[in-house]
């Protein structure tokens, strides 16, 4: 998922009250699993009831253009994650089997990490190996790391100027002066959203607004990918934190989003474009 240009640059009270909005609106339909859409009613009535103006949004009977762009954006989200990420995502079972079938095509040397559950549930990270395995596979003779175990750090004339608060979970070609970093977030063991997984999309716009400044600073392009999979966990329980994907791209937080199986197109794509980017 690559930004919609239209919603790009707008300025920070667009995001605040999208956010605003979708908290007390509501992120999804109550009777259904789809994304909701607000209407500019419902919208003016949370703002009366909460003693708040919303001349900006709705003023002499009629739509703003400010109210007019939020409601366009909340369609745009709302249809995006409806009918493109949601097919996309896959369960533990389909990883398996996708994972299984990159293996026979690809036999990767890459590192293939297994997941931090226990018993029956110990097993490869599939999302992880995917990724991994078609980064391998597009890499040429380039380097990459696929597990970063210290921190990214940015330089010019060979001294440090920027460093992230945070590991990365991969980087080419490696961590010092990456053109691209990764997170990772899979989960197809959980049963619930729990506070763990809520809390990687908050250290994900950490990491934006880190690179965003650094971007800024250094006048220097540098490449931001969260990726992420698991039907239940995403889908099922945490669709609202989808949406909260969706705000952070566009807000310039992330290049892009790539959710279950787009990687199989995708990061192929992303690859030759860091490797050419590389080159100049």
Known sequence: MKAKSKFLNQPL??????????????????KSSIIKVPTIKEIVSVYDKQGLNSSKIYSKNNETAFGNLLIEYFQYRANFLNDYVRPNLLDKNKAKALYNKLCREYKPNCPLPLNKQKGDKKAKAYFTCIINILIEANLKKFN?????????????????????SRRADGAFPNVIDPI?????????????????????????????????EAR??????INHYLMVDDYYTWWTCGRSYLCRICDMLHMGLLTEALFGQEVVERVPQ?????????KH
């Open 13 to 30: 009270d667009f995001w605040a009250n999208v956010k605003f909005i979708s908290q007390r609106v509501g992120y999804t339909e109550r």
């Open 144 to 164: 990459c790391d696929y597990d970063p175990h210290e921190l990214t750090a940015f330089t010019k004339n060979g001294f440090p100027i920027r460093s992230l």
């Open 180 to 212: 691209a970093i990764w997170e990772i977030k899979e989960y197809y063991y959980t049963t619930t959203f729990g506070s763990r997984v809520a809390d990687g999309i908050y250290e994900t716009m950490l990491d934006g607004y880190e690179l965003a």
């Open 216 to 221: 800024h600073h250094l006048n220097r392009e």
């Open 270 to 278: 992303l690859v030759r474009k860091w490797i050419k980017q590389l």
